[in-house]
């Protein structure tokens, strides 16, 4: 069983490697099915973990495959760790990304690059597969690193074009900040604890002495590295720029791999982050805040995917306001249920662009609910679900973070619940723009009809549809003895405290209520698009000026910086020193040279007179 377990993430190295080596000819779907064969070899090879993890004493298990690194104190296995928060992590994210793979292979058919495309997308779900399973900080750091550079080189997929190779730089560099916390926390907590190992850091954590100070410090840059990662303020606009590459790579990105990350880093740390009640209420606002900002952004983005890649960077934030609330488990089940609705979102939206010839501008869409007869009620479907509407995954999910940040902070309750108005809100109105209202693509498909996608296409999007309309199953309250908050209990433990079942029933009155209401300002703003509503704010759509902030703090300063070293510090300074030296030694050569006049009569005077004087040092001596 350990070798099936450790087939979970060698598949898609291997998948990786076969196309890189294999021949292929040009044209050919090859490269697509060896990729989707072995991520979907990879999640089989999980579903048959996660059913023996269920049987093993404790549900951990750690697999070490080599002695990695031994200095001093510091001793790093390569080990996988199976417990039920890295088999969670691994079962949604293999199946989510073979369903991508699929679609992926329809999506990218005729690309001059298709073989690179899938070569660099098996790797990123490898990278993403060490991440989870690492046995040790410094493991999950190789995978870290690795969905950094695959998710900028699949952004930037398209680099002969200036927006997308400077939206994989945007990506890479933000991704660097972020992994200056993760190095950071790395370093703390390996003088402290002595160890970078998961269960031993983990069981300490209660038993070691920490400082307050220290434990702060920790959290804070645990928080930093999942704010790069996860795309939160101060560092969440790289996210909606990575809309440069394909769309599969976009639901690969938001669904399944990179931006959970961060939140799976704090849930995995949880123990830690209990140290510090401080640090957990910033991560706390921090989630908070980006969900609300992320969200009003939303309601006034006019590019299809922009409106999702908002929405992502919306619901993580939800996910970390439940994590800085205590809620892990929550956090878990919406990042979970997220991945079932994001993908079938975006892959829903990759089905319309397909349609509209590459068209990703909303007001050049309408009227499509009858030419696109699967993507429609596919999408229909992730629409209610992260709208939040019942009985779809999305209301169960986000309902049980609301329920979980209520206990915890009334003020952030009451900011979320705003939040979930919003996101029904602009979900809505993405929707209203794209499939009802007037047929505003005419002059894109000169006259012709638009069409669905092929089955490898539509396939992946029913799939989804059907885990976004019952992925709420999971962990409904009725069946908590099995649900993922039982399995994931004996890692982050129960959650403390808990409302009546009256007022749990109350909240979720309020959480409907908010949905409905969302979809009723939509629906009654945007009914009519002639003339086109004046209901979108510049502010909004603009980002709240946060790139032009940084423009103005740090781009113009920092490029005013090297503007001056250019024109003053190098030739000036760098420049002139080293000339200055030159000319120093130019010159006393020169004044030295004369002496070397070349005349023997010289030479026998400056001997004679030498001599002299020697003589009469040696006199003047002796008296």
Known sequence: MTTIATLIPVLPLLG??????????????????IATGAVGGSFVATAITFVW???HEGHTVVISLFSWISSGPLTVDAALLL???????????????????????GYMH?????????????????????????????????????????????????????SAASAGKKAFIYNRVGDVGLLLAMFLIFTHF??????????????????????????????????????????????????????????LIHAATMVTAGVYLLVRMSPV?????????????????????????????????????????????????????????????????????????????????????????????????????????????????????????????????????????????????????????????????????????????????????????????????????????????WVHGTSLAGFLAPLVGEEAGGVSHGTEILLSLADAVAAGLGLALAFSAWRSTSPWPRYESKFFEAVWRWDDAYDATIGRPAQRLATFGAEVVEPRIIDGAVHGVAGTVLRSATGVRKIQSGYVRHYGLAMVIGTALTVLFLVARSW
């Open 53 to 55: 993890l269920l049987s």
């Open 273 to 477: 982050l209990d140290l510090s009640s401080t640090g957990r209420a910033t991560i706390a606002i921090i989630g908070g805040a980006t969900a609300f900002v992320a969200a009003t952004v939303a309601t006034s983005q006019k590019d299809i995917k922009k409106v999702l890649a908002f929405s992502t960077v919306s619901q993580i934030g939800y996910m970390v306001m439940a994590v800085g609330s205590g809620a892990y488990v929550a956090a878990i089940f919406l990042m979970v249920a997220h991945a079932f609705f994001k993908a079938l979102l975006f892959l829903g939206s990759g089905s319309v662009i397909h349609a509209l010839h590459g068209e990703q501008d909303l007001r050049r869409m309408g009227g499509l609910q009858k030419y696109l007869p699967i993507t429609f009620p596919t999408f229909l479907i992730g629409w209610l679900a992260i709208a939040g509407i019942p009985p779809f995954a999305g209301f169960w999910a986000k309902g049980d973070v609301l329920t979980k940040v209520y206990e915890y902070n009334k003020l952030l309750w009451v900011l979320g619940l705003l939040t979930a108005v919003l996101t029904a809100y602009y979900m809505s109105r993405l929707f209203v723009l794209t499939f009802r209202g007037d047929e505003r693509f005419r002059d894109i498909t000169h006259g012709s009809d638009p069409h669905e996608s092929p089955w490898v296409m539509t396939a992946p999007l029913v799939i989804l549809a059907v885990l976004s309309a019952l992925g709420g199953i999971l962990n409904l309250p």
């Open 83 to 105: 417990d039920p928060l890295s088999i969670t992590m691994c079962l949604f994210v293999t199946g989510i990304s073979t369903l991508i793979h699929l679609y992926s292979i």
């Open 194 to 251: 002595g160890s970078l190992d998961y269960l031993t850091v983990l069981s300490q954590a209660t038993v070691v002495p920490l400082s307050d100070v220290l434990a702060l410090l920790i959290v804070l840059a645990l928080l930093l590295a999942a704010t790069g990662k996860s795309a939160q303020i101060p560092l969440f606009n790289w996210l909606p720029d990575a809309m440069e590459g394909p769309t599969p790579v976009s639901a």
């Open 110 to 162: 005729g690309e001059k690059d298709f073989r690179k495309f899938f070569l660099y997308l098996n790797l990123f779900v490898f990278s993403m597969l060490v991440l989870v399973l690492g046995s040790s900080l410094l493991v999950t750091f190789v995978g870290w690193e690795g969905v950094g550079v695959c998710s900028y080189w699949l952004v930037s997929y398209y680099f002969t074009k200036d």
């Open 16 to 33: 990786f490697l076969s196309i890189l080596v294999l021949p292929h000819r040009h044209g050919s779907d090859r490269p697509g099915w």
